[in-house]
């Protein structure tokens, strides 16, 4: 009886004894793993069985009858669901305490570690995108520093090292992105007390050394190396500003950038603009609601600024520092990374009354497209160059905006136009007119119909469409006289006059019945 009841309370105390883990890895509650307290009775327990799972786990025993949940978790930990910590590196729990499971650090794991490696990994750049215009900048931003690169031959320029995947280090020693190589580039310094000094070379030496270092752009990458394949594409620094919106859009954020900072900007009688860009034509040829949608900041002026338009109409941004924020004397390139300091431009001190330089700028005057880098589209018409286009033009980045705003303001101006016309009128002028004898009773219905206060211009391409309808419309009737037989001319002025014929051609049997007739 005693034997019975010994046997019973082993298997009761079997099956309440099941391993907090498996609720974890079904529901995804929290388990807690608790050891054996001093008061469970030694007899209650069987003789376990020796594997390597159970001397692992420390503190948990294993019974003679084992419930579903623990076959559960030996399955699991058989098929490396469960990673077993190593005993020899990490101390058993003592009795009594709580423990977390190797699931529960799992699942810390995946939700704190998981999304840091995958942001870590979103802002790390590529290493080889060749069609990436940020990575082409980024990399060229590496060499814009004096004291680490000093200017190349054309032929190994910054631009070229750049678009083969290399990245500045310091030192006129470049590097690659992928392969990790690295070379040192000097054709005309040597360094001296650590310092780079420049050194008188002859034209043959210095075309050799570039070259050498125009070759070893290419076959200085590993050999399995995708940036010895394969590079940037010459017109991957081409600016987009043929679609107006876009044009407009950034064009307008360049000029609330200068704004910002009115008082660095350098007088108007301190740039020097091309002649053909006209600020007056082009400020008639912009929206006009370009200064006011979106609303300026506060620091805009009221009336335009001439000289932060003009110097955005050439590229030019204020120069923003990560660190530091808004360096409000200095402007930048976006595309170049050229930097500008505006108060070299600037004269220090001006008489308002007369207008007149009392104190001059350190430099003369200030070129706003010729301060550009040599590469860059707003100066470079290479660089701008459309290479699917079928004419080859010769218009830098600057001139490509002047005449998409020209382009615009004339579609704009021709929509207006249309909508101030009525219905009849524009259909008048969209459709060829029918040609009519009197062409002063025309010329008179025509002056009726239009609108008042129309410009002249508009009636004077009226009344040359007019005649170039009329013009049309008798080519058309000579060209119809060609496909006319005589016969048909014949009968034609036969039913032209009156009672010489009847009001159809006579067939066949009218003809046999007239001839009977007269025989009879």
């Known amino acids: 009886m005693n034997a019975t009841k010994r046997k019973f309370n082993t298997l009761i105390q079997g099956i309440g004894a099941r391993s907090p883990q498996a609720p974890e890895l079904d529901d995804g509650h929290t388990p807690t793993r608790h050891g054996l307290t001093a008061s469970s009775p030694p007899s209650r327990l069987s003789a376990s069985i020796s594997t390597p799972d159970a001397t692992a786990r420390a503190g948990i025993p294993t019974f003679s009858t084992p419930s579903p949940s623990t076959e559960l978790l030996n399955k699991r930990r058989r098929i490396g669901v469960i990673e077993m ?82 990245v500045c280090q310091g030192g006129e020693r470049v590097r690659c992105t992928l392969c990790h190589k690295e070379i040192v580039v000097k054709t005309n310094t040597r360094t001296v007390d650590g310092k780079q000094v420049p050194v008188v070379v002859g034209s043959d030496v210095e075309q050799g050394l570039a070259k050498r270092y125009s070759e070893l752009i290419i076959e200085a990458h590993e050999d399995d190396c995708l940036w010895r394949r394969h590079g940037c594409d010459d017109s991957l620094l081409r600016l987009p500003l043929a679609v107006p919106q876009t044009a407009l859009a950034s064009l307008r954020e360049r000029y609330d950038d200068l704004c910002t900072r009115p008082s660095f900007l350098p007088y108007f009688f301190n740039l020097r603009l091309p002649p053909t860009l006209n600020l007056k034509v082009i ?45 409000p004397n200095t402007a930048t390139c976006a595309t170049c990374l050229r930097r500008l300091g505006l108060w070299m431009f600037k004269s220090k001190e001006v008489d308002e009354a007369t207008g007149k330089i009392i104190v001059p700028a350190p430099m003369d005057h200030l070129d706003p497209i010729r301060e550009h880098r040599f590469f860059c589209p707003w100066r470079n018409t290479t660089a701008q ?32 136009k249309s909508t101030h016309r009525t219905p009849f009128h524009r259909a008048a002028a969209s459709l060829p007119g029918t040609p009519s004898r009197s062409s002063k009773h025309n010329s008179e219905e025509q002056a009726a119909m239009e609108t008042p206060g129309e410009p002249e211009e508009e009636e004077e391409d ?45 067939t066949a049997h009218s003809r046999q019945e007239s001839v009977g007739g007269e025989k009879a």
């Open 462 to 506: 009226m009344a040359a469409r007019d005649a170039k309808d009329k013009e049309r419309w008798a080519k058309l009737r000579r060209v119809k006289s060609l496909f006319d037989t005589k016969g048909r001319k014949k009968q034609q002025r036969a039913l032209s006059r009156p009672g010489t014929a009847s009001s159809r051609p006579p």
């Open 85 to 166: 910590p190593n005993p020899s590196l990490s101390p058993s729990p003592k009795s009594g305490t709580t423990t977390i499971s190797n699931v529960v650090l799992k699942k810390w794991t995946s939700s704190a570690a998981i999304p840091a490696a995958r942001k870590d990994t979103q802002s790390e750049p590529p290493r080889y995108c060749p069609s990436d215009r940020d990575s082409l900048i980024r990399r060229l931003g590496t060499f814009q520093e004096l004291t680490e690169w000093t200017p190349k031959p054309d032929k190994v320029n910054e631009i070229e090292w750049a678009k083969r995947g290399w």
């Open 283 to 327: 400020k008639t040829q912009l929206p006009p609601d370009f200064f006011t949608q979106p609303p300026p900041p506060s620091t805009n002026p009221p009336s335009p600024n001439d000289v932060a338009l003009a110097l955005a109409l050439t590229g030019w941004q204020g120069l923003t520092n990560p660190r530091i924020g808004a360096v």
């Open 385 to 416: 160059q459309n290479p699917g286009a079928r004419t080859k033009d010769t218009k830098a980045a600057w001139e490509v905006l002047a005449q998409t705003l020209k382009n615009s303001a004339y579609l704009r101006q021709q929509a207006e």
